[in-house]
């Protein structure tokens, strides 16, 4: 099979490289896809860098969403059958021709969208959800905050937040793709670097819940615009991880502070948040509630200028290899 492999360095153009390794066999409980498409995500630009080490026990291929066929089953697997239509969340390897995957990872591609579209759910759809439904409760008639919002994890928590009766404050680095995060379904969408935005955001009324994936450079803001009971759900410390934290403010607001990440979670943890994800938000995809948003497409052989699309900064959306 062919695969991406990172031969040295950190940038893409010199770090990435189309190789042909031996082809995987899908062992008991597994899945082996024949791989049409992988989303390419934050996480693999790190990993590129020498900077997030694969979970053991993961291939050292970068992936960690796939879309494709399932052409192999392994024994006591009893949900997918050769030739069924899928997409997957992975610890990695999704950068690849062949992905084997516990078959508890897989979900049906949903009704009315393509493979290209399918590779860009998993991976970004069950950060949102676990953080944002399960560690940040957001109800219906709260608002959430989220920065970043054209990214790919902006975009499906705008959608995912909306299909549950929330309301959206996004912010974004610039007024072109604060206009586009406001297209995409933000009630109301801010440029970050304004002077004004904290006050901005109070005169909305606040924040019950913050998607954070910028961490120190809003720590304060956060602070000051989550309401009494709020929930700060760091993802990601993009801006620095070494933030002043106001503990008196936290105790008198009973605010939540918490953090995860998805890619270190046992198979069984990623089993039990495939289902939910299954149950919840498969159903506002179908009805068209939550649609991925694709920015580009490039072959497997360019994953490079995947790589360097996604550093620009540039994107609306995923970006996804073609496989």
Known sequence: MRAIEIEGGTGPAKALRLIERPDLAAGPGQVRIAVRAA????????????????PPGASDVLGLEVAGEVDQVGVDVAEWSVGDPVCALLGGGGYADQAVVDARHCLPVPKG??????????????????????????????????HGATSGIGVAAIQMARATGARVIATSRTAAKAEAARGLGADVSLVSSDEGLEAAIRDEGGVDVVLDMVGRPFAALHQAVLKPHGRWVVIATQGGALAEV????????????????????????????????????????????????????????????????????LHVGKIVLTV
């Open 39 to 54: 989303g390419v995500n934050r996480p693999d630009l790190l990993q590129r860098q020498g900077l997030y080490p694969p």
């Open 113 to 146: 969208l393509d493979l290209l579209q399918a590779a860009a759910l998993p991976e970004t759809v069950c950060t949102v959800f676990a953080n944002v439904f399960e560690a940040g409760q957001l109800q219906t008639g709260e608002t959430l905050l989220v």
């Open 246 to 313: 106001d503990l008196m403010r936290l105790m008198l607001k009973r605010i939540v502070l918490t953090g995860s990440t998805l890619r270190s979670r046992s198979a069984d943890e990623k089993a039990r948040l495939i289902a939910r994800v299954r149950d919840r938000v498969w159903p506002w995809i179908e009805a068209g509630r939550v649609r991925p948003h694709v920015d580009a497409a490039y072959p497997l052989g360019d994953a490079h200028a995947a790589h360097s699309r996604l550093e620009s900064g």
